[in-house]
């Protein structure tokens, strides 16, 4: 009998998820969260944000592989005891997540909100440009991702800070670690980007007292978590222009709700959640590895650490 991985997503294609599993491992039998199947035979799971109770029938459940960087909707579920957790770790999501955050920061350090607000009012404004080496940059959260758009940030000339829980060094990067050196690393960055794990120590890490600490004018970028900020206190710096402007692909609630201030505020760019994403044909290879080592009796790459929350 066939062993099944189960995929599950309201996002993501199923059908190019599927044959890029098959081509990996013929054998693998792979079924859709939507349709009819067996849960007695699901032994992996390949999932974005399931459901409460999702995995309980999942009697024989050896292994779940998230879709996305964050893991923060899989650690702590009382219907996920013991079975390992493991996250795509793919160079083409490092690679997309750089260029997004290259895109965001080139997009503030250029002044295009507000070159996009004097179209709006048809006047011909003139910004004089500034040399890169003139803005700091400050990456929040040097993990995979976080390290690799520091570097790329880096190497369009601008100065660049990162911060991380535990000491990181990154060549040409000044790093910082630890809550006892955040409040100064805030304080000296134009253009914060957002790159944390959403963890109980990181949620609304950045409140309404440490938004305060940036720099007046100050641009911020979250393609992290939207929890990771005080959304509420975030409006209220960007509407009275303590914070320039915004760029946020993440959300406290997704889809955002109709009624949040976020979707009428002119100095926000908003995009749905796509930073960076799984892409099948280069991520399931790494999918396709686990199976094969689990299969062997050896432990899964890229395995969630619980504790951590990442």
Avoid at 112 to 122: G, K, Y
Avoid at 196 to 208: F, G, K, Q, V
Wanted: charged share 25%.
């Amino acid at each position: 009998m066939p062993e099944t991985l189960l995929f599950h997503s309201d996002f993501d294609d199923a059908a190019a998820w599927t044959d890029a599993l098959r081509r990996e491992l013929p054998d693998l039998d792979v079924a859709i969260s939507t349709r009819p199947y067996d849960p007695a035979a699901v032994r992996y799971a390949l999932v974005w944000q399931p459901p409460v109770g999702f995995f309980a029938p999942l009697v024989n459940l050896a292994l779940v592989t998230n879709l996305g960087a964050g893991v923060d909707a899989l650690v702590g579920r009382a219907d996920l005891p013991g079975v390992p957790v493991t996250r795509i770790c793919d160079p083409e999501m490092a690679r997309m997540m750089a260029s997004f955050v290259l895109l965001a920061v080139l997009r503030h350090a250029r002044d295009i909100p507000m070159l996009e607000q004097a179209r709006r009012e048809r006047r011909w404004h003139w910004v004089n440009p500034r040399t890169a080496g003139e803005i700091t940059v400050g990456i929040l959260g040097l993990g995979e991702l976080g390290a690799r758009a520091a570097r790329e940030v880096a190497g369009q000339g601008f100065r660049v800070k990162g911060w991380s829980r535990s000491p990181k060094s990154l060549t040409g990067i000044e790093t910082s670690y630890g809550l006892g050196a955040l409040d100064d690393f805030l304080s000296e960055v134009e253009i914060l980007v957002v790159m944390l794990p959403l963890t109980a120590e990181t949620r609304h890490l950045l409140d309404a007292r440490r938004l305060a600490l940036l720099p007046r004018g100050a641009k911020l970028v979250n393609v992290a978590r939207g929890a990771v900020v005080d959304e509420a206190a975030l409006v209220e710096a960007l509407r009275g222009g303590h914070l320039d402007s915004a760029t946020l692909d993440v959300f406290e609630v997704e889809p955002l709700p109709q009624d949040s201030p976020l979707w009428t505020m002119e100095n926000v760019l908003m995009t749905p959640h796509l930073a960076s994403v799984a892409i099948p044909s280069s991520a399931a290879a790494q999918i396709a590895e686990n199976i094969r080592r689990l299969r062997r009796g050896a432990a899964p790459l890229f395995k969630v650490e619980a504790g951590r929350g990442y």
